[in-house]
Structure formats: structure tokens, C-alpha cells
């Protein structure tokens, strides 16, 4: 009987892999060996799935999930939630309310793990549902399901994510906005001590800490740039501590400076301290001319220097005019002073020489600009550049820088910008409305210091431009956007 018994399942094991689930089966039952009656539904599974095969392995979505995941919707898990039409119902404020009601579910778990996936092997395509599940919820904003992405959130349960699973589990936290960080701070303070080495999780929860007031990163970061801990998170961490006004930084930031000036340049400027006044001015003169100095100016504008005219230079990148080096202007004034001839004209039309890249570069650089007395002069040019409408891209940066710094008129410029027929136009207006706020280095570098232009108008315009849309990655990153742009409202 013993022999019989293995060699019944020697041919079962060959069987099932040659012939698949349902031959497997039959093979099974021809074999002579039993067929186990399947394990017995937890409350999750008797609501979404009805289980079959030997001891219930086969679990076939029903009822509502089976409209997620293949008729209504056609969301699985690996596609993510920002790929998934319910998300955008969700964001919309459309969604069934029997979906949100499931997306709570999907993330009930138990010793062992997720109960939708307890003793399941085959999910009829809802394996990883709980992807999309966590991402959902947080584009519906649901204050009702928020403590289940809480739970998931513990220190434990972090333990055991992956890094994808981590990110998007802070992403859609982060959509709730400010008024949820009593319950979401805790969470982010323990992502910062969970370890891993896929930080963008980490990186997103200082994100949103600098956001919500919080100095509960700054333990964090000062060991990060003390320690090398976590180096990956060093570029965020500078922002971080600058954002929160740490002080202490300042000689951290100075220490590291030469190793990336644009990073230790804003963090610096934004501090306001004057430890960075050295490295900057031996910046500033080297490059004055060209757009490496314009982190240096700006950064200088902001602590109040006075060795030059910084509030002029950047005036005069944000209209497209590269401002002369050093070297030009002492000949320049030798030359004017001398009477050379013609040279009054020449270089007047050297400064008058506009490019649009230089516009482009100095507009996000001017979202890192506090000093209050140049602000006027600094809006006027962004102004200028905004209508520079055969400047695509300049026009474009210039109108989110626009509205980062609290504009908002620019923020009407945007909206019509989602219309136009430039694509390049297009890409920027959407990432200025959020669509890389979920990517740290992204939006401190392409968008500007704040990374998400919200108003009540940007939703609905976003919504619009989704359906109007064929390109689905496109519609994605619209999707992302609309989801940043509403934790603000």
C-alpha cells in the first residue's frame, strides 16, 4: 500500500507539472488516490473567492472581486494600482462604495499573512490583488479604510515588505495630505528605522515629514550624512534638514559641498546659514555666466550676501539672458571706461542674447529663491517667460515655478498648458502638478522645491486630460498627479 501511495504521487507530481491544474486533477482521481475536499474559507475568502480543487488550492474570484479584476475593471496586482481604472474612480470620487469596502478587506491579515491569499495557490488573476488594495484606498482618500494601510505600517509588517510594497504603501498614505499626519507620522517614523536597501520609501517619508512639520527625521539624516548610513537618502536628507531649518546641518552641508554642489548649494541657501559662504562665492566667481552658478546665486541671494548683485544675475537667466563672468564685466567696464568704440553696443548685444534653456534652468532653480526683497523682481521675470509662448518648455517651467511660489494666477496658466499641442508642454505641466512627487531626486531636480502645484481646478482638468488621452503611460503619470494634487485640497 506504501509503494502504491508513492508511486501515485511520483505520477501526480509528473502530471501536474506536464499537464497543468485541471488534467492534474482528473490524473489524480484515475490514480486511484483521493481527492482532498477543499480547506475550509476564511470570512475574507467566503465574501470574494469560492475555493476548489485538492484542499481548495484553486480560488476563483466572485462578486465584486471578480468585477475588479476581470469584467468591470481588469486590475491584477502586478499591474499596480496606478495602472488600474478603479484607482481613477477612486480619485474621482466615483467609485462604488462595494470596492472600497473590498479594498479594506484585501488587506485584513493574520499570523500568517494576507487572509485573501490563505492556503490559495491559483487566484484566477487576483494574486497580489492587495497592491492595487493599498494604492486605491489612498486615491479614494477613505478616512474609513485609512487604519487599514495603518496597520500595514507597523514596525513588523514593514519588516517583512519588499521595497516596491514599502513605497507604494507610503505613496498612498501620502495622498491623504496633511490633515491624516497625526495617524501617518508614526508609520513614517517607522519606515526611517526599518532596514532595507531600496530607500525610495524612506526617502518619501522624509518627503512627507518636511511636509507635515515634522523633525522626526532629522536623527535620521544627521546620521545618514555623519555616518554614510543610508548614503542612498544623503541627496533627500539635505533638503530635509534645510526644510526643517536645522542649523546644526550647516557644517555637515559645508563638509559635503564639493562632492555635489547643487544639493549642499540649496540646502545651504535654504538655511540661510552663512557657514556656506566661502564655498559658495569661490563658486559663484569661477562659474558667474554660465548656469552651474545658478544654484551658488540663488543660494547666496537667499543668505544675504552682499558681494554682488545675485537678485540681477538670476532676473536676467529667468528671461533667457546669460549673465557675463567676471572676467566680461571687468572688461567690459575697462572698455566702457576707456571709450572704446562700438563697445557700449557690443555688449549690450551680448546681454541682450536670449536661450531658452537658460530660462528653462534658472525658472527651477528660482523655486529655491526666500530672499523677500528680490521676490517681486524674480515673479515680474517669471511672468515674462510664462508668455514666451514659442518657448515651450521655458513658458511651462516658468508658470510651476510660478505657482510654487504661491501664484496663483500661474496656476490657471497650467491648466489651459494641459491643453496645448506641444507635448514637451504637456509632460511638464503634469509633472508640475505631481506626477514625480513620488520620485524625491525627480522633483527637487525637474519640478522644483515643492513638487505639486494643487488648486481646487487641478483635478478636474487632470481627469479630462485622462480621458482625452490614448497614451496609457501618459494616463498614468496624470493618474499620479491627480492623486498628489489632492492631498493638498
Known amino acids: 500500500m506504501a509503494l502504491r501511495t508513492h508511486a501515485s504521487f511520483a505520477f501526480a507530481r509528473s502530471a501536474r507539472k506536464a499537464i497543468g491544474i485541471p488534467l492534474f486533477l482528473s490524473a489524480l482521481a484515475l490514480s486511484g488516490v483521493a481527492m482532498a475536499a477543499p480547506a475550509a474559507s476564511n470570512p475574507v475568502q467566503k465574501k470574494y473567492f469560492t475555493r476548489e480543487g485538492v484542499d481548495g488550492i484553486m480560488c476563483k474570484p466572485t462578486g465584486v472581486l471578480q468585477e475588479l479584476v476581470s469584467t468591470k475593471y481588469k486590475c491584477y496586482g502586478p499591474g499596480g494600482p ?14 462604488d462604495a462595494k470596492f472600497i469596502e473590498l479594498f479594506g478587506d484585501l488587506l485584513k491579515t493574520d499570523a500568517t499573512g494576507f487572509l485573501y491569499a490563505s492556503g490559495c495557490k491559483d487566484f484566477g488573476g487576483a494574486d497580489f490583488i492587495h497592491t492595487v488594495a493599498v494604492g486605491g484606498i489612498g486615491y479614494a482618500k477613505s478616512t474609513a479604510k485609512l487604519d487599514a494601510l495603518i496597520a500595514l505600517g507597523s514596525t513588523a509588517s514593514l519588516a517583512t515588505m519588499g521595497g516596491q510594497p514599502r513605497a507604494e504603501l507610503i505613496a498612498s498614505l501620502g495622498r491623504f495630505g496633511d490633515s491624516q499626519k497625526a495617524k501617518i507620522i508614526p508609520v513614517l517614523k517607522n519606515a526611517l528605522a526599518t532596514k532595507g536597501s531600496m530607500l525610495d520609501f524612506k526617502k518619501n517619508s522624509l ?54 554642489k547643487t544639493v549642499f548649494g540649496r540646502a545651504l541657501g535654504l538655511l540661510g546659514s552663512k557657514d556656506g559662504v566661502e564655498a559658495l562665492k569661490a563658486d559663484y566667481e569661477k562659474n558667474a555666466g554660465s548656469a552651474t552658478a545658478l544654484t551658488s546665486t540663488v543660494a547666496l541671494l537667499n543668505i544675504g550676501d552682499k558681494s554682488y548683485d545675485y537678485a540681477a544675475d538670476l532676473v536676467q537667466a529667468l528671461q533667457g539672458k546669460r549673465p557675463l563672468s567676471l572676467k566680461d564685466r571687468a572688461k567690459k567696464a575697462d572698455e566702457l571706461k576707456a571709450g572704446k568704440k562700438g563697445a557700449a553696443e557690443r555688449w549690450q548685444k551680448r546681454e541682450d542674447e536670449m536661450q531658452e534653456d537658460v530660462a528653462r534652468a534658472a525658472a527651477i532653480e528660482s523655486t529655491y529663491a526666500t530672499d523677500a526683497g528680490a521676490a517681486k523682481k524674480i515673479d515680474e521675470a517669471l511672468r515674462g517667460t510664462v508668455k514666451k509662448t514659442d518657448w515651450a518648455k521655458a513658458s511651462a517651467f516658468a508658470a510651476s515655478a510660478l505657482a510654487q511660489r504661491g501664484d496663483k494666477a500661474a496656476i490657471a496658466d497650467l491648466v489651459r498648458m494641459l491643453s496645448s499641442s506641444k507635448k514637451e508642454t504637456r509632460e511638464i505641466v503634469i509633472n508640475a502638478f505631481g506626477a514625480r512627487y513620488d520620485i524625491p531626486e525627480a522633483f527637487l531636480e525637474y519640478v522644483g522645491r515643492k513638487g505639486v502645484v494643487s488648486d481646487a481646478t487641478v483635478p478636474p482638468a487632470l481627469f479630462k486630460f485622462i480621458e482625452s488621452e490614448s497614451n496609457e503611460a501618459t494616463r498614468v503619470q496624470a493618474l499620479i498627479a491627480a492623486g498628489a494634487a489632492r492631498s493638498f485640497l
Open 82 to 95: 496606478d495602472k488600474c481604472v478603479a484607482s481613477l474612480d477612486a480619485a474621482k470620487g466615483t467609485l
Open 207 to 260: 518627503k512627507l515629514l518636511a511636509r507635515f512639520g515634522s523633525d522626526d527625521g532629522v536623527a535620521y539624516c544627521l546620521d545618514v550624512l555623519k555616518q554614510g548610513n543610508d548614503k542612498d537618502a544623503t541627496k533627500v536628507c539635505a533638503w530635509y534638514l534645510a526644510e526643517r531649518k536645522h542649523a546644526a546641518a550647516a557644517p555637515l552641508f559645508v563638509k559635503n559641498y564639493e562632492g555635489n
